[in-house]
């Protein structure tokens, strides 16, 4: 199965609060995990990935953690800010493989005042 | 990375018509992959387009419908044959750095109305 499934759809989050979206793959070939984020009228943008050999990596206020056993994981958006109001798509794809990413179904984030 | 000019940047159709949608990237590139984004939807990819070949197209897509053309490593075409309202959806142009890190460049899409 090539599937990721994201959650939730949508999310509204207060500034300064924590977003959290999740996903989760059924192929145990996938080894790396991108998000991607897309603001309106604009292509999707790589923001953060992460490999299954860590549990987490950290990029100024963007977090993925990652549970292999579970084959989930998750990106986390600290200090939430208007300005990250965006749809978010997390991803995967097998290195050296096929290659091709795999889209989850997408967030829409809104960060109100 | 890569930058990648993709136009029209929107487009409203009568049904019945065609459009075609340009993707122009800085580099020379093997591949570019064609997706279609519906409203709240995720990214499908359409098809594969590889310089000097017939494009790729995935389950659900066909060459009829989505004519492709790749004349070299910086430049291709979709076209959106015999449209319907159902077309009606962004259409994203897409290079990838594959290997240990694949990272996926997007253009800024096309959005089409058809009427």
């Known amino acids: 199965q090539q599937q990721v499934k994201q959650s939730p759809q949508s999310l509204i989050v207060q500034k300064g609060g924590i977003s959290i979206i999740n996903c989760a793959y059924e192929?145990?070939?996938?080894?790396?995990f991108p998000w991607y984020q897309q603001f309106p009228g604009k292509g999707p943008a790589l923001l953060i990935a992460?490999?299954?050999?860590?549990s987490e990596k950290k990029e100024g206020r963007f977090t993925i953690s990652f549970n292999k056993s579970a084959k989930q994981f998750s990106l986390h958006i600290m200090d939430s800010q208007p300005g990250d109001s965006a749809t978010y798509f997390c991803?995967?794809?097998?290195?050296?493989?096929?290659?091709?990413?795999?889209f989850g179904t997408g967030t829409r984030l809104t960060i109100i005042p | 990375s890569a930058v990648i000019s993709q136009k029209p940047s929107r487009d409203i159709c009568q049904r019945g018509t065609s459009l075609t949608i340009q993707c122009q990237v800085d580099?020379?590139?093997?591949?570019m992959f064609w997706y279609r984004q519906q409203p709240g939807q995720s990214l499908t990819l359409i098809a594969t387009?590889?310089?000097?070949?017939?494009?790729?197209?995935e389950s659900g897509f066909v060459i009829d419908k989505f004519p492709i053309s790749r004349p070299n490593l910086t430049f291709s075409t979709l076209t959106v044959s015999n449209m319907s309202p159902e077309d009606s959806s962004i259409y994203l142009c897409?290079?990838?750095?594959?290997?240990?890190?694949?990272?996926?460049?997007f253009g800024q899409g096309t959005r089409l109305t058809v009427v």
């Open positions: 387009a590889n310089q000097g070949s017939e494009a790729t197209y």
């Open positions: 992460i490999r299954p050999d860590v």
């Open positions: 580099s020379q590139v093997t591949m």
């Open positions: 991803a995967a794809s097998q290195s050296f493989g096929n290659e091709k990413l795999t």
């Open positions: 897409s290079v990838e750095r594959a290997g240990w890190d694949t990272e996926a460049f």
């Open positions: 192929n145990t070939a996938f080894d790396y």
